[in-house]
């Protein structure tokens, strides 16, 4: 897991090598262990590594093959990097590390080699003959490449900040990502919250060569999933429990401690028992437990501990610990987010216990339909086949919904007045924070066009509809909230403390075939069914049927109490913004902090994210 950058000059501008250097410096959190530079006439090449697999410094990046032509950048892991490199017998490797099976396949296969490796990763090989950059980022978008480039250079980092240190970028908001930032927390591709910076989209690879930038998709979440006997029960279980045994083994490979997040759900403690099952010495399991009950779940996590007879870490902190966090989660933030402080603070308690990578459930909930609207879409599109015939109805009845007090009624509404009740349209809704109405009246946005997700979610409508209803979810699910929040608040906030998360639940074979299973046998009948019957009694019953709980804090009590000040003090900043209705903003603060039930916290929490985020990183 590491942090890189590169520069590609268009024109006859030599390269400098203390542009590049200030783009890793401020990385620095993603690699301490040691950086790397290759500056030759129109590239710069820089890294900063977070040993994980080959130690030694002769694996440190970039990484130059036997002939010097190629140089190579790499940000991830590549889990079977092992198999691969049997197949390359007559490469003449130097070092034991992934870094440098990921050059020699590259060099004998080209992009061919992509379909080949199962990982998380952003690679860069420079070719010295051809004067090209070849680009790959993972299928699943779980690390991340942000570019630039205009008519005199090409630069791309992991990071935004990086491509910000250069000064070639203007420091300005992108407004239609604000628009989706706002509205679900999170910025599709491929814009970034930056004006001209853009976001190298999941499952793609992209060639800079004599000045043009090609980008080019090799893996789509909705490729076919292939023939396979899915009517068998039995069948579905035993390849489900297998693919993801692999995903699980595969991610244990490390030359550094590792451990596991435990929390005591069902995803948590599939992953240890698992871990366990492969491992030839007790897995370290580490759980954050509280002091308040109604928070505290280390009960849950004993319970699997013992079970599984891992070396276990259990450590007390107060809710309020997150208060104190506060301002060192939002500093780290790349890009801002509403839901990452949990994930700073967890990760920070990890990395203190002296683990370097760890295990991580996430991800269980999306492939095994374990949220709440999973089973309210296939409710929902029981109304597809008379959905046309039933238009004057439905929106009679959204009007009278509409009426309702809560905003669980004014998505309803906006549902029945849709177009359709397919999951391009219901999805959206779903996942929405702040409604069109509500955005309309307290920013200056025009809320009737549609945002960038909802316009891809309908430009791919036709290949959702070869995939059962609860995998339809699923990959909304991953075109949307799981990419874009999910997996960048893991990334960002993990590495922010220099801790690199493995989450087998995104292992693109282990989704391509439970994406096929059909509803019947997917469906939950209880807590991710299809996952318990799959790990065979792996798990005790009070941990299937426990109730879920999570991280859920009484951020909208503290923002009425302890952040009461930091949050008025952000509100009347960004009330001052152009793009701002402040009035309006400042009156809806006011009706959340008298308690109307209308005004939910995260539709102020978001612009609260979002001013101290412009303001840290002096953005106009």
């Not at 130097?94 to 379909?115: H, N, R």
């Not at 109490?561 to 152009?578: A, C, G, P």
Request: glycine share 6%.
């Amino acid at each position: 897991m590491c942090g890189l950058a590169a520069i590609v000059y268009f024109k006859n501008n030599l390269a400098e090598p203390e542009t590049i250097r200030k783009m890793t410096d401020c990385m620095s959190h993603r690699g301490p262990d040691s950086d790397g530079f290759f500056v030759e006439e129109n590239i710069a090449l820089g890294h900063r590594r977070l040993s994980i697999i080959d130690l030694s410094e002769v694996a440190n990046q970039p990484i130059e093959d036997a002939t010097g032509r190629y140089q190579l950048l790499f940000n991830g892991e590549i889990f079977n990097f092992r198999e691969v490199r049997k197949l390359l017998p007559d490469y003449p490797f130097k070092t034991q590390s992934d870094s440098e099976v990921l050059l020699a396949a590259y060099i004998k296969w080209g992009p061919d080699c992509l379909p080949l490796i199962k990982g998380m990763f952003v690679f860069m090989i420079w070719d010295r003959q051809k004067k090209s950059l070849f680009i790959a980022r993972d299928r699943l978008g779980v690390k991340p490449l942000y570019y630039y480039f205009d008519e005199e250079r090409f630069v791309c980092a992991s990071e935004i900040r990086s491509i910000l240190k250069t000064g070639w970028v203007a420091a300005k908001i992108n407004m239609s990502a604000v628009r989706s930032f706002l509205s679900y927390q999170s910025i599709g591709f491929p814009f970034s919250i930056i004006q001209n910076i853009l976001q190298l989209e999941a499952g793609c690879y992209m060639t800079i060569d004599n000045g043009r930038v090609t980008q080019t998709k090799y893996w789509s979440v909705t490729d076919s999933t292939g023939e396979f006997e899915y009517n068998n029960r039995k069948k579905v279980n035993t390849r489900i429990r297998e693919l993801l045994r692999e995903a699980v083994a595969g991610r244990m490979i490390s030359d550094v401690p590792l451990g596991a997040f435990l929390s005591g759900g069902i995803d948590s403690s599939a992953i240890v028992g698992l871990m366990a099952e492969v491992s030839s010495a007790p897995v370290n399991t580490f759980t954050i437990g509280f002091h308040e009950k109604d928070f505290d779940e280390s009960g849950y996590a004993d319970l699997i501990a013992k079970k599984f007879n891992t070396s276990h870490n259990s450590l007390l902190l107060h809710p309020e610990v997150f208060l104190e966090e506060l301002t060192n989660a939002l500093n780290n933030m790349d890009t801002p987010s509403g839901d990452g402080v949990n994930t700073y603070v967890v990760s920070k308690a990890i990395r203190k216990s002296g683990l370097t990578v760890a295990l991580s459930g996430v991800g269980g909930d999306e492939l095994f339909a374990g949220y709440p609207f999973f089973k309210k879409f296939m409710e929902f599109r029981q109304y597809n086949a008379i959905w046309d015939r039933t238009s004057w109805v439905r929106k009679g009845a959204a009007a009278l919904v509409s009426v309702g007090s809560s905003n669980k009624a004014d998505r309803f509404s906006r549902m029945l007045s849709a177009a359709s009740c397919s999951i391009a349209y219901a999805y959206p809704e779903f996942r929405r924070i702040i409604s069109p109405q509500l955005l309309a009246s307290l920013t200056k946005f025009n809320t009737r066009s549609l945002t960038v997700l909802e316009q891809q979610l309908r430009d791919r409508e036709n290949e959702f509809e070869k995939f059962p209803l609860l995998s339809q979810v699923s990959i909304a699910e991953y075109l949307g909230y799981t990419q874009h929040t999910l997996l960048k608040d893991t990334d960002q906030m993990s590495m922010a403390v220099s801790l690199e998360v493995r989450e087998p639940f995104f292992d693109h074979e282990l989704i391509e075939f439970v994406l096929g299973i059909p509803d019947h046998i997917k469906y939950p009948r209880y807590p991710k069914s299809l996952l318990v019957d799959a790990l065979d009694g792996l798990l005790p019953d009070e941990i299937v049927h426990r109730k879920k709980q999570g991280f859920l804090f009484p951020w909208s009590l503290w923002m009425k109490n302890e952040l009461k000040s930091f949050v008025q003090h952000h509100i009347n900043r960004i009330s001052q913004r152009d793009f701002i209705r402040g009035e309006n903003l400042r009156a809806h603060w006011q009706q959340f902090l008298k308690g109307n039930p209308k005004v939910g916290w995260m539709e102020i929490w978001l612009f609260v994210i979002l001013e101290y985020w412009l303001e840290k990183n002096e953005i106009s």
